[in-house]
């Protein structure tokens, strides 16, 4: 059974510093990772999808991965009221089965 | 507008009733998914399905049915719903077959049993 980590928080960090957060997987075979935004009561929203290793950058956030330490992350920079959701990483091994999803990191941005 | 709908979006029912919620992608997307989510438990997926006709049980599919007649749509079906199924419901598309690229989701369906 495929497994995905997140420390479920409460992350707080103050409005305009760097958010910082991690993800690890269990299977070595994943290929593809992605972070959801949810706000509570709605639907998971795609913010950043990664396939390599490196850092990935779409404005305010940078995704990274690390295949060998089988780690992801995601930073927000100037991080914004607004940002204060949860956030779901999850993986695919390209199976028929999708995406695995980790049970989410709840972040809090005080003003 | 490219999106994926769910209907109801609320649902209050008794144990025993059966119930479908509908799911509809404008998409074209070949794949289709099922999750819910609960308090502490994440999204767990129900059932998908990689093209028409073709469906699969995902980690927690007992208590529910689906099928996939149409590419657009993906009803998920409770026969005889209990408590236990009581849950906030998500269908999902995504354009490649396995699912493994991006999933768009819907807006949810919060369904109570009683």
């Known amino acids: 059974q495929k497994e995905v980590e997140q420390n479920s928080g409460p992350l707080s960090v103050p409005e305009g510093a760097i958010a910082s957060l991690n993800c690890t997987y269990s299977d070595r075979g994943s290929q593809s990772f992605f972070w959801y935004r949810q706000y509570s009561g709605k639907s998971p929203e795609l913010i950043m999808s990664i396939y390599s290793n490196g850092d990935k950058e779409d404005g305010r956030f940078t995704a990274q991965l690390n295949k060998a330490s089988q780690y992801v992350s995601l930073l927000i920079r100037d991080s914004q009221p607004s940002d204060s959701a949860t956030y779901l990483c999850?993986?695919?091994?390209?199976?028929?089965?999708?995406?695995?999803f980790g049970k989410g990191t709840h972040l809090i941005i005080q003003p | 507008e490219a999106q994926v709908t769910q209907n109801p979006r609320y649902l209050i029912t008794v144990t025993g009733k059966k119930l479908t919620v509908t799911c509809s992608q404008n998409?074209?997307?070949?794949?289709m998914s099922w999750y819910r989510q609960d308090p502490g438990l994440g999204l767990r997926q129900i059932y998908y399905s990689m093209n028409v006709e073709v469906t699969d049980k995902g980690d927690v599919p007992e208590g529910y049915k689906v099928s996939r007649k149409e590419k657009r749509n993906f009803p998920l079906i409770l026969e005889s719903p209990s408590p236990n199924q009581t849950s906030l419901y998500f269908c999902?598309?995504?354009?490649?077959?396995?699912?493994?690229?991006?999933?768009?989701f819907g807006p949810g369906t919060r369904l109570t049993v009683t």
């Open positions: 999850a993986e695919s091994g390209g199976g028929a089965d999708g995406l695995t």
């Open positions: 999902a598309s995504s354009l490649s077959a396995s699912g493994d690229y991006e999933q768009y």
């Open positions: 998409m074209n997307h070949e794949y």
